[in-house]
């Protein structure tokens, strides 16, 4: 069993940054491949970013290249979305989700059930 804490969320700036953070229990942490979600008001839950089990790979939402980074620290079982740039349209609970598929994320719809999946962070972002 793996449970999955999300933190870092608030209100910025449009412009501004912030860093959110996901925190894993369980000893199998890099067997998972880790990724970031969102959900608007009144919209779909949607990909974000995600990166492998080792840290070696990474995939981006169209929307967020160049701005959001994904990275991970394996030793302390904890994975980050950096954003930068933030835009209004950012304003959205941001999911941390775990899954030992990376492949699956990119590509991800609603009917597939994740491993494991965090119970979101809000993050606005005022214009």
């Known amino acids: 069993q793996v449970q999955l804490v999300e933190s870092g969320g608030g209100l910025v700036q449009a412009g501004g940054s912030l860093r959110l953070s996901c925190a894993a229990s369980?000893?199998?942490?890099?067997?998972?491949?880790m990724g970031w979600f969102r959900q608007a008001p009144g919209k779909e839950r949607e990909f974000v970013g995600a990166?492998?089990?080792?840290?070696?790979?990474?995939s981006y939402a169209e929307s967020v290249k160049g701005r959001f980074t994904v990275s991970r620290d394996n030793a302390k079982n904890t994975v980050y979305l950096q954003m930068n740039s933030l835009k209004p349209e950012d304003t959205a609970v941001y999911y941390c989700?775990?899954?030992?598929?990376?492949?699956?994320?990119?590509?991800?719809?609603?009917?597939?059930?994740?491993?494991?999946w965090g119970k979101g962070t809000l993050v606005t972002v005022s214009s």
């Open positions: 989700a775990a899954d030992r598929l990376f492949s699956v994320f990119a590509s991800w719809g609603p009917e597939r059930a994740m491993d494991y």
């Open positions: 369980g000893r199998t942490f890099i067997l998972y491949a």
């Open positions: 990166i492998s089990g080792s840290g070696g790979s990474t």
